[in-house]
């Protein structure tokens, strides 16, 4: 009975500091969602915004990214890699912020030997746009506003899969909200758009595809 007692008024407690710090709600359910596997929150800004690690869905905010040619998780077909014709595919997200200034897209490789491999880099998006077509032009400026950075191929924008043959590799195509444009000039790399990104993100999607050879 004792044990009951105790249990009743712990969770009492608890339930009375989630209603009243709103904070302390954000951060139950980021753990929750880590221990299942589904969500975490994104580091950085206070806000605090929660999204989907795999891509499974949309973030508790709204925000979400989603690829036309692969399902999430799913394998990327073989056309947007260096084994077809190497040409981008097509993404569409939706639920950008309202205080969105510009937008962000970095697509990497966390299981390249040795680093993370990035394959394509662009910033200063409009927050008015909500797609990008297929086969993206690799130019540095993208018609309609935008800038594409370099890749680690050495070349401006997108270069596809092209992993070394064995397992199949991760590639992670996150978009970023921002409170501000970058105004950084054409055929910067990644990591001086995440400097300029520092303390400006509002919220962060991803959707993750898999390609081996």
Same mark, same amino acid.
């Given at each position: 009975?004792?044990?009951?007692?105790?249990?009743?008024?712990?969770?009492?407690?608890?339930?009375?500091?989630?209603?009243?710090?709103?904070?302390?709600?954000?951060?139950?359910?980021?753990?929750?969602?880590?221990?299942?596997?589904?969500?975490?929150?994104?580091?950085?800004?206070?806000?605090? *915004?929660? /999204?989907?690690?795999?891509?499974?869905?949309?973030?508790?905010?709204? @925000?979400?990214?989603?690829?036309?040619?692969?399902?999430?998780?799913?394998?990327?077909?073989?056309? @947007?890699?260096?084994?077809?014709?190497?040409?981008?595919?097509?993404?569409?997200?939706?639920?950008?912020?309202?205080?969105?200034?510009?937008?962000?897209?970095?697509?990497?490789?966390?299981?390249?030997?040795?680093?993370?491999?990035?394959?394509?880099?662009?910033?200063?998006?409009? *927050?008015?746009?909500?797609?990008?077509?297929?086969?993206?032009?690799?130019?540095?400026?993208?018609?309609?506003?935008?800038?594409?950075?370099?890749?680690? @191929?050495? !070349?401006?924008?997108?270069?596809?899969?092209?992993?070394?043959?064995?397992?199949?590799?991760?590639?992670?195509?996150?978009?970023?909200?921002?409170?501000? !444009?970058?105004?950084?000039?054409?055929?910067?790399?990644?990591?001086?758009?995440? /400097?300029?990104?520092?303390?400006?993100?509002?919220?962060?999607?991803?959707?993750?595809? /898999?390609?081996?050879?």
């Amino acid at each position: 009975m004792q044990q009951k007692g105790f249990l009743h008024r712990t969770k009492r407690n608890l339930r009375t500091q989630l209603r009243h710090h709103p904070f302390l709600l954000s951060a139950a359910l980021g753990l929750v969602a880590a221990n299942s596997g589904q969500t975490r929150l994104v580091a950085g800004d206070a806000s605090l *915004p929660i /999204r989907w690690s795999g891509g499974q869905g949309p973030s508790l905010g709204g @925000f979400s990214i989603r690829a036309e040619a692969f399902n999430p998780g799913a394998d990327i077909p073989r056309k @947007f890699s260096c084994q077809g014709s190497d040409t981008s595919p097509a993404l569409v997200w939706t639920g950008v912020p309202a205080a969105t200034q510009s937008l962000v897209l970095i697509v990497d490789d966390p299981d390249a030997p040795g680093v993370t491999w990035v394959h394509w880099v662009l910033y200063d998006l409009p *927050p008015s746009t909500r797609r990008l077509s297929e086969a993206l032009p690799p130019t540095a400026e993208v018609a309609g506003g935008g800038r594409q950075g370099s890749n680690d @191929f050495g !070349k401006t924008g997108y270069g596809g899969p092209c992993p070394p043959p064995g397992k199949p590799h991760r590639y992670f195509f996150k978009l970023y909200a921002l409170d501000s !444009k970058l105004n950084l000039k054409a055929g910067v790399i990644k990591p001086e758009v995440e /400097r300029a990104m520092k303390g400006h993100v509002l919220a962060e999607a991803e959707v993750i595809g /898999r390609y081996r050879r």
